[in-house]
């Protein structure tokens, strides 16, 4: 299971570099699809012992909210705004690459750091889920279009994710339920919300309505 785990991760980490160079919406919305399903098998691959009831549902509801659902409603709402280019992030792609690298080793050091209760995890369990979460917030804060700031947001979800499964061995069903509702709803409203900017001003550039302030 270790190993079938490890080539979950470094898929994930490719995908990561992958959304850091993406120009258009369409493939950024199937990498960040790639990744809830990822994420979903990943906690199917590293549990350990004989699988429960409980632990499939939960793996196959994320795998169906993050794999399916968010990126459906991402793609209605691309869609209806038009446009599949992120035409001027406020970081170009090729520093974006470049800065992935630092974040990927950057995310190595701190996980060769990180003292976790586990110990039976797959070896790049941690920095793959350290550079999920920076490439998230490195989408919200680097792209100027609202749609692919919430798509970085559902990539960091991701990564807590699989930060979760590596430091808690076991979380009430309950909570892991919230945590997807809450992320459902937040996506969900996002994806209204832009769809409601795109309708009125005819873009998603949220620089254009920093405008409108004041």
Same mark, same amino acid.
């Given at each position: 299971?270790?190993?079938?785990?490890?080539?979950? +991760?470094?898929?994930?980490?490719?995908?990561?570099?992958?959304? @850091?160079?993406?120009?258009?919406? &369409?493939?950024?919305?199937?990498? =960040?699809? @790639?990744?809830?399903?990822?994420?979903?098998? *990943?906690?199917?691959?590293?549990?350990?012992?004989?699988?429960?009831?409980?632990?499939?549902?939960?793996?196959? +509801?994320?795998? &169906?909210?993050?794999?399916?659902?968010?990126?459906? *409603?991402?793609?209605?709402?691309?869609?209806?705004?038009?446009?599949?280019? #992120?035409?001027?992030?406020?970081?170009?792609?090729?520093?974006?690459?470049?800065?992935?690298?630092?974040?990927?080793?950057?995310?190595?050091? @701190?996980?060769?750091? +990180?003292?976790?209760?586990?110990?039976?995890?797959? =070896?790049?369990?941690?920095?793959?889920?350290?550079?999920?979460?920076?490439?998230?917030?490195? *989408?919200?804060?680097?792209?100027?279009?609202?749609?692919?700031?919430?798509?970085?947001?559902?990539?960091? #979800?991701?990564?807590?994710?699989?930060?979760?499964?590596?430091?808690?061995?076991?979380?009430?069903?309950?909570?892991?339920?919230?945590? @997807?509702?809450?992320?459902?709803? =937040?996506?969900?409203?996002?994806?209204?919300?832009?769809?409601?900017?795109? =309708?009125?001003?005819?873009?998603? !550039?949220?620089?254009?309505? !920093?405008?409108?302030? &004041?």
């Amino acid at each position: 299971m270790d190993a079938t785990a490890d080539r979950l +991760l470094l898929v994930l980490i490719v995908s990561d570099i992958a959304l @850091l160079g993406a120009r258009r919406l &369409g493939r950024a919305i199937g990498l =960040a699809a @790639l990744q809830g399903i990822l994420v979903g098998v *990943l906690a199917l691959a590293s549990h350990h012992g004989p699988l429960t009831v409980r632990t499939l549902f939960l793996a196959v +509801l994320g795998i &169906g909210l993050r794999g399916v659902l968010f990126p459906i *409603l991402l793609r209605f709402v691309a869609r209806r705004a038009g446009g599949d280019r #992120e035409l001027e992030p406020y970081v170009g792609y090729g520093p974006s690459l470049l800065l992935g690298i630092a974040m990927l080793g950057g995310a190595m050091a @701190l996980g060769a750091r +990180l003292q976790l209760p586990a110990t039976e995890l797959p =070896a790049l369990l941690v920095t793959a889920a350290l550079f999920t979460m920076l490439t998230g917030v490195f *989408l919200v804060v680097a792209r100027r279009r609202a749609l692919t700031q919430c798509l970085g947001y559902v990539v960091l #979800e991701n990564g807590i994710y699989g930060f979760g499964v590596a430091t808690v061995s076991e979380v009430p069903a309950l909570v892991e339920l919230g945590a @997807l509702l809450d992320l459902f709803l =937040a996506v969900l409203v996002m994806g209204v919300a832009i769809y409601r900017i795109t =309708a009125e001003f005819d873009h998603m !550039d949220t620089d254009q309505l !920093d405008a409108l302030k &004041g």
